[in-house]
């Protein structure tokens, strides 16, 4: 058998992490590897498949969309593409006017950032420590996290980080500089940090009193993962801007920045496009997933989200610091060894991903059932005893 993990070593830039593992089927809830071992997928690539690996449905639709057209550029208009966005702007709110489609979650914030810069006229951003919104120049910007950004100093604009969850550190960092705040609802790749019920609540109410635009970053947040198609729905928040990627296109790349009538008068032709934006290939991805997302699902993520959680919270050791989430977004704090455990729960055939420095993450897909939550506790607990 060819050794992949060796040429994928040896032919890859070593921007990654390697895993040890060469996946080459997925099959639902399980990934599969080269020798035809299941793994349980409690990270559904990042969040990725929520509906777990070769959804029928989700394939089907995909497949169809192949087989009549995959790609066709903005300038032209496109059924597929054309449903999927007022599909994707019916379901997110009333303040939502408008979408501009593009291949992932830190090109769906690339572009809200330099719309927030065209309808403010201004530069100054003001984003959250731990923040995540990905890697490219612009949205590197506003991603914390020292070890990133040291090498590509100075980065763009005037960045001001404040802590999240802090209404008035918010209150203190804007002035009439000041273009946006972008911010996650629930802090992912940063550490699964949850502010206070009120907290995304004030912070419009504080944006709208200042004229400072709100950016949310639902990239990993939305498309149910919190039991709410968006988490900034529980409160009825609506941002300006608002970015979606991850699970929007059903597995296909995508990324999402929908923007409020304001904004969408700022945009002019040729500001911003992607050749792959809005391919109907994805397009058709967006419609069959959005299709899949309904009430009766999103309970069912908040209640197994809450099982989860608590299962967890009953683990009796000394190297758990915390567990927090919601829906099926959870991270547990461990005092040390975070990469160890992660380690551990593979050779287990259990697939967790990290986050921060020291959180163990799980973002499960969809159709995750009580019995594969029973097994991950189990085995977690054994390891961590
Ligand atoms: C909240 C958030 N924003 C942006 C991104 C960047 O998305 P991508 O990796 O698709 O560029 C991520 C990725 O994890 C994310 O979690």
Redesign the pocket.
């Known amino acids: 058998m060819k050794n992949y993990q060796y040429l994928q070593q040896k032919y890859l830039v070593n921007t990654y992490v390697n895993r040890g593992i060469t996946f080459v089927k997925g099959d639902g809830v399980y990934l599969i590897d080269e020798n035809g071992e299941k793994y349980l997928d409690m990270m559904s690539n ?2 990725v498949n929520i509906f777990g690996h070769v959804d029928r449905e989700i394939t089907d639709q995909i497949t169809n969309q192949l087989n009549a057209l995959t790609t066709l550029h903005g300038s032209f208009n496109n059924d597929m593409r054309a449903d999927a966005s007022e599909l994707l702007i019916k379901r997110c709110g009333p303040s939502y006017k408008f979408v501009y489609w593009s291949n ?6 690339e572009a809200a950032l330099k719309f927030a810069v065209a309808t403010s006229g201004k530069k100054k951003i003001i984003a959250c420590t731990n923040a ?4 490219t120049l612009g ?1 590197l910007s506003v991603t914390a996290g020292e070890k990133y950004r040291k090498p590509f100093l100075p980065l763009l604009w005037e960045v001001v980080f404040i802590k999240h969850n802090d209404i008035s550190a918010l209150k203190k960092a804007m002035d009439k500089n000041t273009a946006a705040f972008i911010v ?1 609802p629930i802090q ?2 940063g550490g699964i940090y949850v502010p206070n019920n009120t907290y995304l609540t004030n912070v419009r109410e504080m944006c709208s009193k200042h004229d400072v635009l709100l950016i949310i ?1 639902e ?3 939305g498309m149910g993962r919190t039991g709410a198609l968006l988490s900034s729905q529980k409160t009825r928040v609506q941002a300006d801007i608002l ?1 979606m ?2 699970g929007l296109a059903g597995g296909i790349p995508v ?1 999402a920045t929908l923007v409020n009538q304001k904004v969408g008068n700022a945009i002019f032709k040729g500001l911003h496009t992607s050749t792959f934006g809005g391919n109907p290939l994805a397009c058709a991805g967006v419609k069959a997933t959005l299709n899949k997302i309904d009430e009766k699902l999103l309970e069912h993520v908040t209640e197994i989200g809450s099982y989860f959680i608590k299962e967890l919270k009953s683990i009796k050791s000394s190297l758990i610091i915390d567990v927090r989430g919601q829906g099926l977004m959870i991270g547990v704090e461990v005092k040390e060894d975070r990469n160890g455990i992660l380690k551990k729960l593979q050779s287990k055939k259990i697939l967790a991903i990290p986050a921060g420095d020291t959180v163990v993450r799980f973002l499960p897909p969809f159709i995750v059932e009580k019995k594969h939550i029973d097994e991950t506790v189990s085995k977690f607990k054994h390891i961590l005893s």
């Open positions: 990042y969040g992932s979650g830190a090109e769906a914030n995540y919104h990905g890697k949205t996650e992912g790749e970053d990239i990993q947040t970015t990627g991850k990324g």
